[in-house]
């Protein structure tokens, strides 16, 4: 699982309300990425980071905002929450190989209901 | 038109039929072209990579890119009711800082 956790694994809330996901990673890599994957649509990037205080927007980025103030944690907030962000959501890392080739290993995921 | 184009199935085979996952894309700056295996409510993970055109064998499973079709496949041999899973192509233009891509995955089962 390339040292990734993701808290909370489950969570039901209210529309309207703040939620704030949280990734860490134990092995100090660079690059953070925040996606979300619904039925129909796949995989899809949210927000991405590629160092501490250094995120941009992915394609799917209305309605979330992003933090990373450590190497070790990357934040997603929902400022107010809709149902139509209730989905799961998968942070990955960016591992260099061997080659050129840079590897994005995958956390657990979030299953995060909104009603 | 999406960038990359991936039948969502769901695929049904019998246990040791050869399995084709296929994908096609428009856009031809993508140079990395990968295969991710997703267990139900697990997170992806990387099955094999292939770097533009070409083949690449791991096992029982072959990867093919055919850049000037933008077409990508996924040959599993002598499939296995433990690759049950949902198979998705993504794709980017580097070695994976950039933003990958992805397919909605095709829904595979093996029936013993």
């Known amino acids: 699982d390339a040292g990734i956790t993701q808290s909370p694994r489950h969570k039901v809330t209210e529309t309207g309300t703040p939620v704030t996901l949280r990734c860490h990673q134990t092995e100090n890599h660079r690059y953070m990425y925040w996606y979300r994957q619904d039925p129909g649509h796949g995989l899809r990037l949210i927000h991405y980071s590629y160092g501490v205080k250094d995120t941009d927007k992915g394609e799917v980025s209305d309605g979330y905002s992003v933090s990373r103030s450590k190497t070790e944690d990357f934040l997603l907030t929902l400022e107010s929450a809709t149902s139509s962000q209730t989905s799961v959501y998968f942070c990955?890392?960016?591992?260099?190989?061997?080659?050129?080739?840079?590897?994005?290993?995958f956390g657990p995921g979030t299953r995060l209901t909104v009603l | 038109q999406k960038e990359v184009e991936q039948d969502p199935g769901p695929l049904s085979v019998p246990e040791g039929a050869i399995v084709s996952l296929n994908c096609t894309y428009s856009n031809s700056a993508f140079q990395y072209f990968m295969w991710y295996r997703q267990y139900s409510r697990k997170g992806p993970e990387l099955l094999m990579y292939t770097y533009s055109s070409g083949n690449k064998e791991d096992g029982r499973f072959t990867a093919q890119v055919d850049k000037s079709s933008k077409y990508i496949s996924l040959f599993i041999r002598d499939s296995q009711p433990s690759d049950s899973a949902t198979y998705l192509c993504a794709m980017s233009g580097r070695g994976g800082s950039e933003k990958l891509v992805f397919g909605k995955g095709t829904k595979l089962t093996v029936n013993p």
């Open positions: 990955a890392i960016s591992v260099k190989g061997l080659s050129s080739y840079n590897e994005q290993f």
